[in-house]
């Protein structure tokens, strides 16, 4: 393995190229460089010692300049898959999945929190309109089933419950609101 394939800004135009197209957190760029390496050089440990170290620097360098911020990164996403209709639970595991620590996580779902009264409710009901069930559907499905969908989307019976009680799409919109005050 010839040390100069790692050197010379390879890793540097790697991150950059990622990070131009994808906010990430540094965890979860140092996997994305090591993937990197992992195909260019194959099963080379000594590719992977060498990478290692330049690894460290770049991330450190970025978290340092503010262009990697895992607490930004953490807010804007839980954010984001709120608005999707994503539970808290299931928000808190694709954080984590990211590399962002559990600390953090925890400050991006407690700023969820302030900012709606009950926010699996919000969610729930987002994500019955993106899925179309409870007041959302067009046709008759089993209960069952939709009490499923909302289980496995990480939300609690009670939850699904409320939103599936909704006799029509004005009721749950506005039960999202209520529980966005």
Request: hydrophobic letters at 45%; proline letters at 2%.
């Amino acid at each position: 393995m010839d040390q100069s394939k790692i050197e010379g800004g390879l890793l540097e135009r790697w991150a950059l190229a990622y990070l131009s197209r994808y906010a990430s957190t540094a965890e979860n760029l140092r996997r994305v460089l090591q993937r990197r390496v992992h195909r260019r050089f194959g099963e080379d440990a000594e590719a992977m010692r060498l990478a290692a170290p330049l690894i460290n620097k770049i991330i450190e360098r970025y978290c340092h300049s503010g262009l990697i911020d895992d607490t930004a990164y953490a807010v804007r996403r839980a954010e984001a898959l709120h608005h999707r209709g994503e539970s808290l639970a299931k928000i808190r595991a694709q954080l984590v999945a990211k590399g962002v620590t559990g600390a953090i996580a925890t400050d991006a779902l407690a700023a969820l929190r302030e900012a709606a009264a009950d926010p699996d409710l919000v969610a729930a009901c987002a994500f019955a309109r993106r899925r179309r069930l409870g007041p959302y559907r067009s046709g008759n499905i089993a209960p069952e089933r939709e009490l499923a969908a909302f289980a496995r989307a990480g939300f609690s019976r009670r939850i699904a419950e409320i939103v599936l009680a909704c006799k029509n799409a004005e009721a749950a919109d506005t039960l999202a609101r209520e529980g966005s005050s």
